[in-house]
């Protein structure tokens, strides 16, 4: 397998993690207290789906590029 391919499993992985935690802690009580005053979800949770979605991206196109 080459560099390229495993460096986007890990990505992959990575971004999925990522993905899962950001919604772990989006069910947080301190989360929805701040979705609840200020309208959204809080800017860790929106850092983590967004860091999550990048990572996936880059995995899914290092895995997939030959």
């Known amino acids: ?4 391919q495993i460096a986007g499993i890990v990505l992959l992985v990575v ?8 919604y772990q802690e989006s ?6 207290m701040n979705e ?4 959204s ?3 860790d ?3 983590k789906y967004i860091g999550g979605a990048v990572c996936a991206a880059v ?6 590029k030959k």
């Open 1 to 4: 397998m080459a560099s390229k």
């Open 15 to 22: 971004g999925a993690g990522l993905g899962w935690w950001g």
């Open 41 to 43: 979800p809080s800017d």
């Open 59 to 64: 995995g899914a196109f290092l895995f997939v």
């Open 27 to 32: 069910g947080s009580l301190g989360s929805q």
């Open 45 to 47: 949770v929106m850092f």
């Open 36 to 39: 609840l005053v200020g309208g």
